[in-house]
T-cell receptor
Framework: SAVISQKPSRDICQRGTSLTIQCQVD?????MFWYRQQPGQSLTLIAT?????????ESGFVIDKFPISRPNLTFSTLTVSNMSPEDSSIYLC????????????FGPGTRLTVT | GEDVEQSLFLSVREGDSSVINCTYT??????LYWYKQEPGAGLQLLTY?????DMKQDQRLTVLLNKKDKHLSLRIADTQTGDSAIYFC????????????FGSGTRLQVQP
């Protein structure tokens, strides 16, 4: 499987601030995704971030709140803007690897606590 | 819309078989997945099955798919304490997008 890393692994932030989460993959991937896992909950897709196109957001998530960058085939960032305590979650990136395989692998996650 | 449901909790004794069940609603799903999440850890892809298959076996894991009833199960043979974790089933929302809809997760507790 592809090796996926995320930075930071965890952070505690004050409300009203923003945090940018990085996702790095050791292989070139076309499809990359960002998910959120709220405390004790399942995973919810935030957006799909394919290189060379604008991110596609799911219902309930907007670009102003969760801007995403995908500058190349191995890297993406997700920013959580103007944070509130409700944004406290684990944020995970995932990739399809190998391309076209339908196998989807997840990064270790970023645990965000907003106070 | 898509909806994936799982029972919340399962307790088994070490050495027994575990069966974790999942129902889904999107009949157009092409792939269905099982992930494992241990405490404080990320998601580990255990196995997945293509929708035109009925069964897939991989060492101690057996996946059964009943497409007519939209029912998916994961059987773990000879369950060990290291299998204690939360197990998520997931379906692809749309084949072209590869995005996944997850169930609520089943917490498996293995008693020694």
């Amino acid at each position: 499987s592809a090796v996926i890393s995320q930075k930071p692994s965890r952070d505690i932030c004050q409300r009203g601030t923003s945090l940018t989460i990085q996702c790095q993959v050791d292989s070139q991937v076309t499809m990359m995704f960002w998910y959120r896992q709220q405390p004790g909950q399942s995973l919810t897709l935030i957006a799909t971030a394919n290189q060379g196109s604008e991110a596609t957001y799911e219902s309930g998530f907007v670009i102003d709140k969760f801007p995403i960058s995908r500058p190349n085939l191995t890297f993406s960032t997700l920013t959580v803007s103007n944070m509130s305590p409700e944004d406290s979650s684990i944020y995970l990136c995932s990739v399809e690897w190998p391309p076209g395989s339908y196998e989807q692998y997840f990064g270790p996650g970023t645990r965000l606590t907003v106070t | 819309g898509e909806d994936v449901e799982q029972s919340l909790f399962l307790s088994v004794r070490e050495g027994d078989s575990s069966v974790i069940n999942c129902t889904y609603t999107d009949s157009s799903s092409t792939y269905l997945y099982w992930y494992k999440q241990e405490p404080g850890a990320g998601l580990q892809l255990l196995t997945y099955i293509f929708s035109n298959m009925d069964m897939k076996q991989d060492q101690r894991l057996t996946v059964l798919l009943n497409k007519k009833d939209k029912h998916l199960s994961l059987r773990i043979a000879d369950t060990q304490t290291g299998d204690s974790a939360i197990y998520f089933c997931a379906e692809d929302m749309d084949t072209g997008r590869r995005a996944l809809t997850f169930g609520s997760g089943t917490r498996l507790q293995v008693q020694p």
